[in-house]
């Protein structure tokens, strides 16, 4: 998945949550700016920034790994 694709998400939900940018950054506890950062792909938004967000918008991130937890080192 692609900074792109996230940030549109991360919008389209937003949208449907009737929140401006400025209320999703209250609820996250983040600046303005971040939001606004992450709705356009941004690649260097901060990883806990982008959590608080997916949080407050209740989007669950799911990573996969082609590794079993037995294989690593």
Do not use: W
């Not at 449907?16 to 260097?44: C, H, M, N, P």
Request: aromatic letters at 2%.
């Amino acid at each position: 998945m692609t900074s792109e694709e996230i940030a549109k998400i991360i919008h389209y939900c937003r949208k449907q949550s009737g929140l401006s940018q400025q209320e999703l950054a209250r609820l996250a506890g983040i600046g303005k700016t971040a939001v606004f950062d992450i709705e356009k792909g941004k690649q260097t938004v901060q990883l806990d920034t982008l959590l608080k967000v997916l949080d407050t918008l209740n989007i669950q991130l799911r990573l996969e790994s082609p590794l079993k937890l037995g294989d690593r080192e």
